[in-house]
């Protein structure tokens, strides 16, 4: 199995900055795609941020320009660097990783890290 976990959320004021961070572990053979996605409370799980191997970037609308996605592949790991943070952004950001596990390209969740934003 592959294991994902996260670190790095916390409160911050209007403004501020965090870096979160993902780790995946477990035996696996490859890891393809690895992202960030989070949901607020009362709303649906979103897409904030995608990175591929061959590092590919994607962001939501929402956090372009605010938000920076980086992997370092030795470590498998994955970054989320968000900068000028606004209330709107609070929420549980979730790890996503596409691994190549046990014969087959599956999708993994990671147990979410809170991210609380104050004006």
């Known amino acids: 199995q592959v294991q994902l976990v996260e670190s790095g959320g916390g409160l911050v004021q209007a403004g501020g900055s965090l870096r979160l961070s993902c780790t995946a572990s477990g035996s696996m053979f490859s890891i393809d795609r690895m992202g960030w996605y989070r949901q607020a409370p009362g709303k649906q799980r979103e897409l904030v941020a995608t990175?591929?191997?061959?590092?590919?970037?994607n962001y939501a609308d929402s956090v372009k320009d605010r938000f920076t996605i980086s992997r370092d592949n030795a470590k498998n790991t994955v970054y989320l660097q968000m900068g000028s943070l606004k209330p709107e952004d609070t929420a549980v950001y979730y790890c996503?990783?596409?691994?190549?596990?046990?014969?087959?390209?599956?999708?993994?969740w990671g147990q979410g890290t809170q991210v609380t934003v104050s004006s």
């Open positions: 996503n990783a596409m691994a190549y596990y046990s014969g087959s390209w599956r999708n993994y």
């Open positions: 990175i591929t191997n061959s590092v590919s970037r």
